[in-house]
Each structure stands twice: as C-alpha cells, then as structure tokens.
C-alpha cells in the first residue's frame, strides 16, 4: 500500500511548491511588464513560458539520453502542447463573464498561428519519417532546422509586433531601476523553485506510472505532459485571477513553441538517427489534435463568441475539450 501511495505523496509535494511560486511568478513578471513598458503578452510569451517550460527540456534529454526512451520524450513535448491548450477550457469557465476569447487581445493569433505551423509541421514530419522520407542530416532529421528557425522567426514577430504599441513605464527612472531590480530578484527566486519542483515531476510521474503499470507512449503523451505541464496550468490559473488574461494565455501559447523547440533539442542529442524516426506515429495524431485546438482558438478570437452553455463555458471550450479527449482515447488505444 505504502509503495502505491508515496508516488502520489511526492506528486502533491511538487504542486505544492509550484503552488506557492506560481503566483509570485506572475505578479513579479507583471511589474516587469509595467516596469519596462513591455506588454504582458510578451512577458508571457518569453518570461513565463520559458520558465514553465524548462521541466519539459530536462525531461525530453534525459529521456533520449539516459533513459533511451523517445517515445517519453516525444510524448510529453507534443502532450504538454494539447493540456496548454486544454487549460484554455479552464479559464473560460473561470472566466464566467465575460467570455475569455472576448477579452483576448488579437495579437495573440500571431503566436497561435506560429503554433499551427509548428506544430503542424511536427506531425507531417514524423509520418514522413515513418515511411523514410523525412531526410536528415547526420543523426538530425531536416525538420530540425526548420524547426529552430520558425521558433525564432516567431520571436521575432511577436516582439516587433508588440512595439508597434508603445506602453507607459511605471514610476520615475531612478524608482524604476531599484523597482525592476527586486522585481527580477523575485521573478529569479520564483522561477527556480518552479523549475526545480517541475524538473522533479517526471522523475515522479514515471515512478507512478511503474506502480501503475501504464505503457510508454500513454504515460509520455497524457501524464508526464501532465506532470511536466502543472507549472503552466498554475501559472496561468494566478494571471487569470490577477486580471492578466493575455499573460497567461501567452504563457499557454508560449510555452507550445518552446514545447516544440525542445523536440528540436532533444532530437540534437538522440544520436541513434532522427527523432521522429524512432517514435510511434501515434504522436502525429496528437501533433493533429493540437493544430486542430489552435486552429479552433485562432477562429474563437477572431469571432469573439458570446453564447455560453449553462452560463459555464462557450461552445469553442466544448470543442477545445472534445479533441483533448480524442488525443487521450486515441494514445491510450494505439500507443505503443
């Protein structure tokens, strides 16, 4: 009985601690959105997202390294990109009135649109190198530059975009430095303590996962993604109820690019061949249903939908969750 349950003892610890940083994490990169004239939906696109998403990185390089386990490795990047986007469900029903893809600022279809090319590109990828088709370049499949290079092409983007609006900077120059200097000691402080719980996560969700008996490709893509994604699902949850809406949905949206530059990386330190060679092709229906979600939050900000059902959620969160639970069924039926 003890074996079963100190698993789940050390799953609660983690949140605990992601639980209590999470929301400094936030206020504090909200100061520096304020202190520096930067937007939130930048802080979160770069700040946030890459904080909350160094447990994925950790986790992906040790799978293809240590553990020689790609599937974990593919699973929990491409899985992470479907329980961000799910989050989305969570926030709209948080959101009551009113709904969350009517106070979303449009830029944010910039990174989701950047998302959809990525992570599209991702899925096409590793069907073609089932077949052998792929190309590589050395142990490196092609897409793996392509990949790098999109990443920053949408950093990029979202930067010059952000600039064409120029925000106010809180406080005088000399308050402002002393202010934005304890604001990142802060932001520093909070980040490790995420990283450090997150970067434990996997280690513990793989040992759960022993005891429970579930197969590889399930565990990767639905409860290491879990795991590894709990940083984000807090995170984000803390900038919704500090009234910072774009800053999480960047975080979210962020942290899927991030997601799929790590693929990249780990596919740079798997030395037996291309990455995408190696691991099931169940992952390209997953890599499918995360273009589909960010194709279906693309057309709900751009629509900005009112009908709510119950008064809970709107009709766009019930096809969010639909496709969610496609990519779970399907993982857990045909994954290896």
């Known amino acids: 009985m003890m074996v079963m349950l100190l698993p789940w003892l050390k799953l609660a610890a983690c949140v605990v601690m992601i639980g209590v940083a999470g929301p400094i994490l936030v206020r504090n990169g909200d100061a520096i959105a304020r202190l520096t004239g930067l937007s939130r939906s930048w802080i979160g696109l770069v700040l946030l997202a890459t904080a909350t998403s160094l447990p994925e ?33 969570v926030l709209d029903a948080l959101s009551r009135k009113p709904s969350l893809y009517s106070r979303v600022d449009q830029g944010q279809v910039l990174t989701a649109g950047f998302g959809v090319i990525l992570i599209g590109a991702t899925g096409a990828f590793i069907l073609l190198e089932q077949h052998g ?15 790098v290079a999109i990443y920053f092409v949408a950093m990029r983007a979202a ?44 280690f513990v969700g793989t040992e759960l996962a022993d005891v429970m008996g579930w197969r590889a490709t399930f565990v990767g893509t639905l409860f290491i993604a879990g795991a590894t994604s709990i940083p984000e699902a807090v995170v984000t949850v803390s900038a919704l109820r500090l009234g910072a809406a774009d800053l999480a949905i960047a975080n979210l949206l962020g942290s899927n690019l991030f997601d799929i530059l790590i693929l990249a990386i780990d596919d740079l330190v798997y030395t037996p061949g291309p990455l995408s060679a190696a691991i099931s092709p169940t992952h390209a229906i997953t890599a499918l249903s ?36 496609f990519s779970s069924y399907a993982s857990y039926l045909i994954g290896d």
């Not at 040790?62 to 799910?86: E, K, R, W």
């Not at 930067?159 to 000691?185: C, F, I, S, W």
């Not at 995420?194 to 996560?201: D, E, I």
């Open 290 to 325: 995360a273009t589909i979600m960010s194709g279906i939050f693309i057309a709900s900000v751009l629509y900005r939908p009112a009908t709510r059902l119950w008064g809970t959620i709107g009709w766009s969160s019930i096809a969010l969750l639909a496709v969610s639970l």
């Open 57 to 89: 990185l950790l986790t992906g390089v040790s799978a293809v390294t240590i553990a020689n386990a790609p599937n974990i490795a593919a699973g929990d990047a491409l899985g992470s990109c479907v329980f961000n986007l799910m989050m989305l469900v």
């Open 133 to 147: 088709v792929g190309g590589q370049l050395f142990h490196v499949s092609l897409s793996t530059p392509l990949i």
């Open 159 to 202: 930067y010059m975009y952000e600039r064409r609006e120029p925000r106010p900077q809180d406080a005088a120059e000399a308050d402002r430095g002393t202010a934005l200097r304890k604001a990142l000691q802060r932001y520093a402080a909070a980040a490790a303590v995420v990283v450090a719980a997150g970067t434990w996560l996997p």
